[in-house]
């Protein structure tokens, strides 16, 4: 006959064995889960980062790349567990009053600038001002069209929607629909694009500031500010660099992603409160 005792036993060790297959179970999800985390990490090492930069084609907001996660099954109690990334406090401004424009343009605007003169983007975001230097005879197609967006407040009250911290170092704006699929309703053709070297890759130095598309002349208005030297395929129109507010884009990538990722939607909450376009 079974004593009290022994069936106690019995439950807890059959409890114990539950929760073990239930570790071993949620183990295995990670491990498939960092394994394409991976395969996809090494697309974008192979193919320069163009997975990552891609807009529309990939809507990418899988929050589960902190691969750091995994648990081991053991029978002793968990270690205390680190905060969770996103309880860090956030230190930028809270945005200004305001939503996105939900306006789209049929197609691309008539040329209006001049390819000659000099003109300077501000970005005011709940972080802090930056500056940057427009580049309108390397790519004039593009200035004309951030120009056009600016006058028209398309920008303004929009969410910089992406960092990434790892292999690339960008932040990724542009999209008023905040989630990496939204643009101005056209398209434009790609400008000033680099050589590829060896590797086929070319330079994208800290301050430069690009166009993000899903494909050869598929540029709309997604753009990014590289935060790091960084090397991409030739593929993204470089328009402009920044020539002040570096520093802003330093505390945005130091303060990291939300989930403690290196690729996703930044910790702190980077909005353009406006954004304007200068001769």
């Known amino acids: 006959m079974v004593t009290k005792q022994q069936r106690q036993r019995q439950l807890a060790r059959e409890k114990f064995?539950?929760?073990?297959?239930?570790?071993?179970?949620?183990?295995?999800?990670?491990r498939r889960r960092n394994q394409v985390i991976a395969a996809v990490a090494a697309v974008v090492v192979v193919a320069g980062g163009g997975a990552w930069l891609a807009v529309a084609a990939n809507d990418d907001d899988d929050k589960s790349t902190n691969a750091g996660a995994s648990n081991t099954p053991t029978?002793?109690?968990?270690?205390p567990q680190s905060p969770a990334p996103d309880a860090k406090p956030k230190t930028c401004a809270a945005p200004?009053?305001?939503?996105?424009?939900?306006?789209?343009?049929?197609?691309?605007?008539?040329m209006s600038i001049d390819t000659k003169a000099a003109y300077t983007m501000t970005l005011k975001t709940t972080?802090?001002?930056?500056?940057?230097?427009?580049e309108a005879a390397k790519a004039p197609h593009t200035v004309n069209s951030f120009a056009f967006l600016a006058g028209k407040k398309f920008f303004d009250h929009t969410k910089c929607h992406r960092l990434t911290t790892g292999g690339l170092a960008v932040l990724q704006c542009g999209d008023p629909t905040g989630t990496g699929t939204g643009g101005p309703g056209?398209?434009?053709?790609?400008?000033?694009l680099g050589t590829a070297g060896p590797d086929g890759t070319a330079s994208y130095p800290a301050g430069t500031v690009a166009m993000a598309n899903s494909?050869?002349?598929?540029?709309?208005?997604?753009?990014f500010l590289v935060t790091g030297d960084s090397k991409l395929p030739p593929n993204y129109t470089p328009f402009g660099k920044v020539t002040g507010g570096m520093d802003v884009l330093a505390?945005?990538?130091?303060?990291?992603?939300?989930?403690?990722?290196?690729?996703?939607?930044?910790?702190?909450?980077v909005v353009l409160d406006s954004v304007t376009v200068a001769k």
């Open 17 to 30: 064995e539950r929760q073990q297959q239930r570790r071993g179970t949620a183990q295995a999800r990670r």
């Open 127 to 134: 972080c802090g001002e930056v500056t940057v230097a427009l």
């Open 215 to 223: 494909g050869p002349g598929t540029n709309g208005s997604q753009f």
């Open 186 to 192: 056209y398209k434009f053709v790609d400008e000033n």
């Open 251 to 269: 505390k945005i990538a130091a303060a990291g992603t939300a989930d403690g990722g290196s690729d996703g939607a930044p910790h702190e909450n």
């Open 75 to 79: 029978a002793q109690p968990s270690a």
């Open 96 to 110: 200004a009053p305001g939503e996105p424009t939900k306006e789209q343009f049929a197609t691309e605007p008539a």
